[in-house]
């Protein structure tokens, strides 16, 4: 028997009024499936939505501190559930268990850090011109808050979103990624658990077009967060100028590694392929150009492809397995699809480039680890946001052509370089065009604490995590009292 599963709107579990149901399969193993969940419709939203706007008030009026309850009660309901939501995400979308795992304690880590928020300050004395006069600022949340998530971090970009919209007052309707439901609607048992109000949390599965389009035109939403592909990014930030409402858009990559002449080698290789081929590559900050010096670029070559060929490719529940599926069967296709421009391209395939089918892989989505070497900047493995497990080499005169090279895409979230030349860091960290700059490690890695989004088409520019959260989830009121 098949599981089911629902919407969750104004503290219920309901079924969508279409009575369409999505059925929702493993990766690794296609004959493996998690179960069912609703095909909504806009209609389903539009209930969504009106409960969230029914609950914003009372939630709205209550204190920071008691808000943080909530989230203090999810963390340790989230806590206590982390191995059957981490299970559960990688049947669902083909991540490793230990990444798996690592992702859900990762959740518990944000809403203990949101759920302090509520004790911090909101605003700031500021000296009037009048001195019987006190102006200071508060902080209002923005009210009903549109959360479009994607599948490749189905617990921790879901909870850095709503984590922070719910401390600062917001009320919250979400759609979750299709390949990533099951698990959402595991988080949200957990919320449920932990007692929320009624209609301060609502879940809605279903298409983008149907459900993610709802969200987005319905004038009771008063801000838009959503993290995914450019293509939909940029349709949902016109929909949401065109009324005058908050959005915040988290898109593509096309993140460097810079390897430098003074980099020590072993670092660097582990680190790109750490960064490149974990979780198949499935990461926006995930490395997909690796640019080397020509004075150590064979020696470079050799190491990483030494690493990359020690891979173990399977499903992401078997302990030797270090990387797993990609997430779906287009997910595949586009991979397969790249490495064949690559190929066409011509750049030359050193390592993978192969969909895996035999015994164990027959029935799942995997692709080898790949590596092109003699990429040429306008080639479209080195333009275009692949989403996989493939690497391209770049041969790169010195440092300051690495950086050129570097910057020659239109995307700007992550970059990383190693290099042992101080000079060389300074310059890197201003020379860069990403938002994400890290120096000796790997491109994929944010911390909670700190805030995160990209430059160039990358980013609609606005911060998530951390205190720069606060900037997009609520408005400034300054105030002017005079007795």
């Known amino acids: 028997m098949v599981d089911s599963f629902y919407n969750y709107i104004e503290g219920q579990w309901a079924s969508s009024t279409t009575d369409r149901w999505t059925k929702v399969i493993n990766p690794a193993n296609t004959d493996d499936v998690l179960g069912n969940v609703p095909a909504s419709s806009s ?59 690592g992702e859900t304690n990762r959740g518990v880590a944000i809403l203990r850090y949101y759920a302090g928020e509520g004790m911090r300050k909101t605003g700031d004395v500021i000296p009037s011109s009048d001195k019987d006069a006190l102006m200071h600022t508060i902080r209002a949340p923005l009210g009903v808050v549109g959360v479009i998530t994607p599948w490749n971090f189905p617990v921790a970009i879901p909870i850095w979103k709503m984590a922070p919209a719910l401390i600062y007052g917001n009320t919250v309707v979400i759609k979750p990624a299709n390949g990533a439901c099951i698990t959402a609607i595991k988080i949200f048992k957990c919320l449920e658990e932990a007692g929320f109000p009624e209609g301060v949390i609502n879940l809605v599965s279903g298409s983008g077009s149907e459900v993610g389009n709802a969200i987005t035109t319905n004038e009771k939403v008063a801000g838009i967060t959503f993290t995914g592909s450019d293509t939909v990014g940029k349709q949902i930030g016109q929909e949401a100028l065109k009324r005058g409402i908050k959005y915040q858009l988290e898109m593509g990559g096309k993140n460097p590694v810079i390897v430098t002449k003074s980099a020590d080698l072993d670092l660097a290789a582990t680190a790109t392929v750490s960064g490149g081929l974990k979780s198949t590559g499935q990461k926006c900050t995930a490395t997909s150009r690796v640019i080397v010096e020509k004075d150590v670029y064979e020696e470079f070559k050799e190491k990483l492809l030494q690493k990359v060929s020690e891979i173990n490719v399977g499903d992401g529940l078997e302990e030797t397995t270090w990387m797993g599926p990609c997430a779906s069967e287009s997910q595949l296709d586009n991979v397969l699809s790249y490495i064949e421009k690559g190929v066409k391209e011509g750049a030359e395939l050193v390592a993978g480039g192969s969909r895996l089918t035999q015994g164990s892989f027959a029935k799942g989505y995997y692709v080898e680890p790949t590596v092109f070497d003699n990429v040429t900047t306008d080639m479209a493995i080195a333009q275009e946001e692949i989403f996989g497990p493939v690497l391209a080499l770049i041969k790169a005169d010195n440092f300051e052509e690495s950086i050129e090279l570097a910057n020659n895409v239109e995307f700007g979230l992550s970059a990383s370089v190693f290099t042992k030349d101080i000079q060389q860091m300074l310059d890197f960290m201003d020379d860069i065009e990403a938002g994400l700059v890290r120096v000796n490690a790997e491109s994929a890695g944010v911390e909670l604490q700190a805030p995160f989004g990209g430059m160039k088409k990358s980013s609609s520019h606005s911060r998530e995590q951390g205190e720069a959260a606060k900037e997009f989830f609520t408005s400034i009121k300054t105030v002017f009292v005079k007795g």
């Open 43 to 101: 209609k389903d939203a539009e209930k969504a939505i009106l409960a969230a706007k029914k609950a914003k008030t009372e939630w709205k009026k209550m204190s920071g501190p008691s808000r943080g309850e909530y989230l203090y009660k999810a963390a340790e309901v989230l806590d206590a559930n982390k191995e059957d939501i981490a299970r559960t995400m990688t049947r669902e979308m083909g991540k490793t268990f230990p990444e798996a795992l």
